[in-house]
Structures are given as C-alpha cells and as structure tokens.
Nanobody, 127 residues
Framework: VQLVESGGRMVQTGDSLRLSCTAS????????MGWFRQAPGEEREFVAA????????KYADSVKGRSTISRDDSKNTVILQMVSLKPEDTAVYYC?????????????????????WGQGTLVTVSS
C-alpha cells in the first residue's frame, strides 16, 4: 500500500490550500481516510477523517469550520481543503488509511487506529 500526499507549500495567513492524497495497492473504497499533522517540536495530531463513500466526517476543533475533507473513490483520492489558514496550521500533513473492520465503525482520531501512512507534505503559513 502506498499513500502519496501533495499540495503542500508556503502560503500567507488567510490563504486557502488544497491537499491531496492518492492511494495505491489496496481497496481504497473500504478504508476510512484521515489527515493528521505534525508541527515542529510537537506530536502528530488528528485533523480530519472521512468514512466510507464519504458518508460521514470528523474534524479536530482546531480546524472545524475552516476545513473540508472529501474523497473520490474512483480516483483513490482524499482531499483536504483548508481556508483562512493561520500560522499555527504550519505543519507536515500526513494522509492515513484505516482498514474498516466492522460495519459498526467509527471515525478514528487516534494515530494507533490507522494502518497505513504517507510520507507527508509540508504546509507553511507565514504571518
């Protein structure tokens, strides 16, 4: 399985950004997909997750109202659209996949719940 993120770059406060993650090597449509981020000197933290067929989503309080996660199963892609970016959004953003193990799944926000990870893409928000 391979997850490849793209779209990270340097932006200014208030700008918008679209991050993409494309998966290969596995049944993308049967994975919960998530985004995490890790700022310099900080622990990796949950950003957003999306359920099967995009039927549900979950956001961290820090990005709620400013971010939208979506998926296109035909392209094995998950998108994180962010607006009104702040300097505190500066981080390496990681895409992750959680293999669904039950029809009664919940959207995980813990690192340990995810099975596959990308290498990350750097987002820098200048003030």
């Amino acid at each position: 399985v391979q997850l490849v993120e793209s779209g990270g770059r340097m932006v200014q406060t208030g700008d918008s950004l679209r991050l993409s993650c494309t998966a290969s090597g596995g049944p993308f449509s049967s994975w919960i997909m998530g985004w995490f981020r890790q700022a310099p000197g900080e622990e990796r933290e949950f950003v957003a997750a999306i359920g099967l067929r995009g039927g549900s989503s979950k956001y961290a309080d820090s990005v709620k109202g400013r971010s939208t996660i979506s998926r296109d199963d035909s392209k094995n892609t998950v998108i994180l659209q962010m607006v009104s970016l702040k300097p505190e959004d500066t981080a390496v953003y990681y895409c992750a996949a959680d293999r669904v193990r039950s029809v009664y799944y919940t959207l995980a926000d813990q690192i340990a719940e995810y099975d596959y990870w990308g290498q990350g893409t750097l987002v820098t928000v200048s003030s």
